[in-house]
């Protein structure tokens, strides 16, 4: 320990017992407890689907922006000696400018689903808030750093999710908050702010509860897998009706780093046509069917030519030019036969007109098929007009229904007649033995304040104030 640190120690132990001597163990109880406290990291809100803060890496800090992730285990941000054009428009770090700085080198790669980074790890302090986590391993990502970032207002992700998940083996930095002590209490809690002000978009507390932040109490279910933050759900419900999706139960997982609500495809779609969306699949395909149906159609009936296509058959009797009818036929029965191109003209002239009568039917049947295809990827969309007769869904979780209105589920993009509404629930299959399962994201935690608590494995949501 250098001459600093040892001053800094002796005068903490000349506090310590001052206090003993003078107040007795209470006091000394209240000076350990403040060298753990919670700490708040306020988030900014970008359009309601990226709400991320601010962090501090090295010494001195160098500052980043990351999104604060409970389905995630570990943290990246982008380094000075990333090669992938998308880490030159964020902030990235300087390892030669950090005293504190050690070197680890051991190459790591995650994927998100959405996009994906690799790198290399590194050992640097971290500043949370009001917190410095020693000797934190983190990635520092040099390539493969996706476009999926590119639009990000984030420069990385720190992951707040559990050590089983956590790329490389590394311990997280939640993990070395409680390791260290530096933390009062081991929960962690979100606030999202729902009037959407960009500049006071929520704040996560590290060790602590806001109670100006929830109403009422908060509503704990156990966390069944350690891993994510993991927990049984009950049914979802459709204006109050029970939908059967999931009666037999559903898991589900809390993640702080998820925009949307997702779920397995077949029952989203169930739902996003209860709310009467459109999938962005489905109004391609009516714009194509309605676009270039009739033109196609038109060009159809165009190539039905019988004067061109008739001609292998040899020359008709009379005018070549005169059109074909069934009466002029039938006004030929009388004869020995029929020459080859009249049966021809004929043919194709109730081709012809049979393409132009069916072509509104056909269409029409073609258009309503758009509507039963499988929305593959990707969110719906909704007349934005619609939203006052869209329905309530509830989610039941620990006995309790916890309600959506349409105005939270649908996310609005853009203003006046330039805005667009898209559905909150988006389709994700994730395949046995880590699925299926929900993930309750931002637009669910809008609604509801929600607390981690490490302590005892348990998430714990309540209205949001």
């Known amino acids: 320990m250098d ?26 109880d209240d000076l350990l407890d403040s060298t ?23 010494t001195p800090p160098q500052n980043f922006t990351v999104i604060f992730d409970t389905g995630s285990a570990n943290l990246w941000i982008p380094s000075s000696k990333c090669s992938s054009s998308v880490c030159y428009l964020h902030s990235q770090y300087k390892s030669s400018e950090s005293t504190t700085y050690k070197m680890n080198g051991k190459h790591e790669a995650i994927d998100y689903g959405s996009g994906s980074i690799s790198g290399h790890l590194s050992e640097d302090n971290i500043i949370v808030g009001g917190i410095v986590v020693q000797d934190q391993e983190f ?61 006071e978009g929520g704040e996560i507390i590290f060790g602590g509860v806001d109670p100006n932040h929830f109403k009422g109490m908060h509503t704990y279910i156990p966390i069944t897998q350690k891993g994510y933050w993991q927990f049984d759900m009950g049914d979802i419900l459709i204006n109050g009706k029970h939908s059967g999706f999931c009666k037999s139960g559903c898991s ?19 739902i ?3 709310i009467g969306t459109n999938g962005l699949f489905t109004e391609s395909c009516h714009l194509v069917v309605n676009l270039f ?98 329905p309530i869904i509830s989610f039941t979780i620990g006995d309790k229904e916890f309600e959506l209105s349409p105005n939270e589920y649908i996310l609005k993009i853009g203003k006046g007649d330039a805005m667009q509404c898209i559905s909150g629930f988006i389709p994700l299959d994730v395949p046995p033995p880590g699925g299926p399962l929900w993930v309750l994201g931002d637009v669910f935690m809008r609604r509801y304040h929600t607390v981690f608590d490490y302590e005892n494995l348990r998430v714990g949501f309540a209205e949001a104030a």
């Open 3 to 28: 001459s600093e640190g040892t001053s800094d120690f002796s005068l903490y132990v000349e506090d310590f017992l001052k206090a003993f001597i003078k107040y007795g163990i209470n006091a000394v």
């Open 36 to 58: 753990r406290r919670s700490d708040i990291v306020a988030l900014k809100n970008y359009r309601n689907v990226q709400y991320f803060g601010e962090i501090g890496i090295g």
């Open 139 to 199: 990635i520092e990502a040099t390539t493969d750093v996706g476009m999926n970032f590119l639009a990000g207002k984030f420069d990385g992700i720190l992951g707040l999710g559990f050590k089983e998940t956590s790329v490389g083996n590394v311990v997280p930095v939640w993990d070395n908050m409680v390791n260290q002590h530096l933390v009062k209490e081991r929960v962690l809690s979100f606030w999202l702010n729902r009037k959407g002000d960009k500049d």
């Open 252 to 270: 589900a997982i809390a993640d702080t780093g998820a925009s949307l609500i997702a779920g397995p495809t077949t029952i989203i779609n169930q």
């Open 272 to 274: 996003n046509h209860a």
């Open 293 to 390: 149906g009739r033109v196609i159609f038109e060009v159809l009936a165009a190539l039905v030519q019988p004067g061109i296509l008739c001609l292998p058959f040899g020359p008709c009797p009379g005018d070549h030019n005169a059109s074909v009818s069934i009466e002029s036929v039938v006004d030929r029965s009388d004869d020995v036969g029929i020459p080859l191109c009249i049966i021809c003209k004929l043919a194709l002239r109730l081709i012809h007109e049979g393409i132009l009568k069916s072509r509104n039917i056909i269409l029409k049947f073609i258009g309503n098929l758009c509507n039963f295809i499988p929305i593959p990827v990707g969110a719906s969309m909704v007349d934005c007009a619609r939203l006052p007769y869209m």
